[in-house]
């Protein structure tokens, strides 16, 4: 079973920039999907941004030209910059492998002034 370890969240200022990693242990299958989702309170828990099979990235419309996602293997980031109050919420590592979808323990990120 794969198992997802989460780091770097923390409070910024808006305008401000940080850095989220999810180190994956077991084993990740070559054509897996690894992302990131958000859930603020009170709302729905959404997608920010997937790397699928081949390298392919996609985005929420929310954040596209401020977040970026990065994958080596097992380890995906999140490079958020440019941060908005609306972008707090708690954010949740994803991975998808061999038809199971497993998730971390979730970071809060707080943008405030």
């Known amino acids: 079973q794969v198992q997802l370890v989460e780091s770097g969240g923390g409070s910024v200022q808006p305008g401000g920039s940080l850095r989220l990693s999810c180190a994956a242990s077991?084993?990740?299958?070559?054509?897996?999907?690894m992302g990131w989702f958000r859930q603020a309170p009170g709302k729905a828990r959404e997608l920010v941004a997937l790397v699928i099979s081949g390298g392919k990235t996609n985005y929420a419309n929310s954040v596209k030209g401020r977040f970026t996602i990065s994958r080596d293997y097992a380890k995906v980031d999140l490079q958020m910059n440019s941060l908005k109050p609306e972008d707090t919420a708690v954010y949740y590592c994803y991975v998808h492998s061999n038809s199971v979808s497993s998730w971390g323990q979730g970071t809060q990120v707080t943008v405030s002034s």
């Open positions: 077991g084993y990740i299958f070559s054509d897996s999907t």
